[in-house]
T-cell receptor, first 116, second 116 residues
Framework: GNSVTQMEGPVTLSEEAFLTINCTYT??????LFWYVQYPGEGLQLLLK?????DKGSNKGFEATYRKETTSFHLEKGSVQVSDSAVYFC???????????????FGQGTILTVHP | EAGVAQSPRYKIIEKRQSVAFWCNPI?????LYWYQQILGQGPKLLIQ????????DSQLPKDRFSAERLKGVDSTLKIQPAKLEDSAVYLC??????????????FGPGTRLTVL
C-alpha cells in the first residue's frame, strides 16, 4: 500500500536558519504530493503541492520538488521565522485510475519550533 | 466562504459510552472525508463519501464506528461503544471533486475526543 515517511523530529531552529524536512514515499502509479501545516490550535492547511514529477510547489517561502527517481518531496525554506513554528505533514494522494483516488496518506508529522 | 465546520470541539467520555461528531462541509463540496489523528501520528482516513455514497470505508472499525451523510451535505460520525484507544482528534475534510485537479481537501478544526 501507499506510505509516507518523514524525518523524525522535533526540529528546533533559530530565526533565519535554513530548514529542511525530509519526506519519502511509497506509492503505485503517479501520486500527487502535498505538504500540510498545522499551527497551534488550528486545523490542517495546505501549504503546497506538486502533481507530477519534477514539479516544484511553493508558498510563503517554502518549496518542495517532486523527485520521482528518489521518491522524495523534501520541504525547504531559506530563512525561517518564529511564526513558522507548527507541525508539518507530508502526504500523498493516489493518481487518477487508482482505487483510492483522492484519499490522502499522511506521514507522522514533524514539529518545528523556531526561537527568536 | 465559510470553512468546514465541526462540533463539538472537545468531548470527554467514559469507555463503553457512545459519542457522535458532526461535520458541515464547504457549500457545494461533493466529497467528504473523516480522518482519525492519534497524538503523535498523521491523520488516517476512516471513511470517504462522494455525495451521500460511501467511496472508501476500508479503515473504519465497523464493529463500533458508523458514519452517514444522508442528504449529501453534512455528516455524522458515531462511536458506540468507545474504547480507550479511540482517544484522538477526529478531522472532517471536504473537497469540490475527487477525480480532477480540483481535489484539494479543506479541513475543519477537529473534535478532540478523550476516552477515560
Amino acid at each position: 500500500g501507499n506510505s509516507v515517511t518523514q524525518m523524525e523530529g522535533p526540529v528546533t531552529l533559530s530565526e533565519e536558519a535554513f530548514l529542511t524536512i525530509n519526506c519519502t514515499y511509497t506509492a503505485t502509479g503517479y501520486p500527487s504530493l502535498f505538504w500540510y501545516v498545522q499551527y497551534p490550535g488550528e486545523g490542517l492547511q495546505l501549504l503546497l503541492k506538486a502533481t507530477k514529477a519534477d514539479d516544484k510547489g511553493s508558498n510563503k517561502g517554502f518549496e518542495a520538488t517532486y523527485r520521482k527517481e528518489t521518491t522524495s518531496f523534501h520541504l525547504e525554506k531559506g530563512s525561517v521565522q518564529v511564526s513558522d513554528s507548527a507541525v508539518y505533514f507530508c502526504a500523498l494522494s493516489e493518481g487518477a485510475g487508482g482505487t483510492s483516488y483522492g484519499k490522502l496518506t499522511f506521514g507522522q508529522g514533524t514539529i518545528l519550533t523556531v526561537h527568536p | 466562504e465559510a470553512g468546514v465546520a465541526q462540533s463539538p470541539r472537545y468531548k470527554i467520555i467514559e469507555k463503553r459510552q457512545s459519542v457522535a461528531f458532526w461535520c458541515n462541509p464547504i457549500s457545494g463540496h461533493a466529497t467528504l472525508y473523516w480522518y482519525q489523528q492519534i497524538l503523535g501520528q498523521g491523520p488516517k482516513l476512516l471513511i470517504q463519501f462522494q455525495n451521500n455514497g460511501v467511496v472508501d470505508d476500508s479503515q473504519l472499525p465497523k464493529d463500533r464506528f458508523s458514519a452517514e451523510r444522508l442528504k449529501g451535505v453534512d455528516s455524522t460520525l458515531k462511536i458506540q461503544p468507545a474504547k480507550l484507544e479511540d482517544s484522538a482528534v477526529y478531522l472532517c475534510a471536504s473537497s469540490l471533486e475527487t477525480r480532477t485537479l480540483r481535489n484539494e481537501q479543506f479541513f475543519g478544526p477537529g473534535t478532540r475526543l478523550t476516552v477515560l
